[in-house]
């Protein structure tokens, strides 16, 4: 694995990569780094090129003023910027929680492009307004005991109360997350992007919830049955409204399966992306 910079359109944008060969976006979620797919990057680049960037505002890339507006369509251009300017003309997309709405989009907006989507434990996706403005608050009250009074502890602790076991935390993380939560500029980011999600909760331009039977993309959705910010049963629910997409549902996993059981989420990303049949 690999840490580069590049300059998209005046902004400076850091991105994990490794491997060569067809192109995989692994997009966090919201608060967050691309360093969350540190047990994903080098299995997955013995394949594929994983490109797991830092979105807009978070970890070490800039962040845009969204005007009091929803972050999505900045984040989706800048992304599909990002894939211009590293050369690809066809890739797949995986997201996290927030980054599976942006990973949605993303297919959404260049549907030609986008082979493959991989959405993970994303109530970003398959919640209805009211349920993801409530897992919305949720997440800013846990994200900022960390972002507004940064020590590691309370980086740990903060992934703690998202994964199912607490011990799956990956230390490796912790020390690059709070390097970036110093910077008083990411919380600033943090709060602009949970309003602008919450205020377009009911957007059926910004969301997919309300069109999901449109997203013809290739999809495979990984959640974990006890996810405290994505309701498992909603995403079977979603998941009969697509009409080219499968799911699988890791027991004993909460928010951050990709961290949790990077084994087995590494091994059907890759049977996914080879084009093998996986899930139901």
Do not use: W
Request: aromatic residues 8%; glycine residues 8%; hydrophobic residues 40%.
């Amino acid at each position: 694995m690999r840490i580069s910079f590049a300059n998209i359109d005046g902004v400076k944008t850091r991105y994990l990569h490794a491997g060569e060969g067809h192109p995989i976006f692994l997009l966090h979620g919201v608060g967050i780094s691309g360093d969350c797919f540190m047990r994903n990057m080098d299995v997955l680049g013995e394949h594929f090129h994983a490109i797991a960037p830092d979105m807009l505002g978070h970890g070490f890339t800039d962040y845009v003023d969204f005007q009091g507006g929803p972050p999505q369509p900045h984040v989706v251009k800048h992304l599909g910027r990002l894939a211009d300017h590293l050369g690809f003309d066809k890739y797949s997309v995986a997201g996290s929680s927030y980054g599976g709405l942006i990973a949605a989009l993303m297919a959404c907006d260049r549907p030609a492009r986008v082979e493959n989507l991989i959405v993970i434990g994303s109530g970003s996706v398959f919640h209805p307004a009211d349920d993801q403005v409530s897992a919305l608050k949720a997440a800013f009250a846990n994200a900022s005991q960390a972002m507004g009074d940064p020590t590691l502890e309370s980086c740990r602790k903060r992934m703690a109360n998202i994964c199912f076991d607490p011990a799956s935390v990956d230390e490796r993380m912790l020390p690059v997350q709070l390097t970036s939560y110093a910077d008083p500029s990411r919380f600033e980011a943090y709060k602009a992007t949970i309003n602008g999600l919450i205020g377009a909760a009911e957007s059926p331009v910004h969301r997919v919830y309300s069109r999901l039977e449109e997203i013809k993309t290739r999809t495979l959705i990984i959640t974990g049955r006890e996810d405290i910010r994505a309701q498992v049963k909603l995403h079977e629910e979603g998941r009969h409204r697509m009409p080219n997409a499968r799911i699988v549902v890791f027991d004993k996993c909460s928010h951050m399966p990709m961290m949790e059981y990077p084994e087995r989420f590494n091994t059907l990303v890759t049977d996914f992306l080879q084009g093998k049949t996986v899930g139901d």
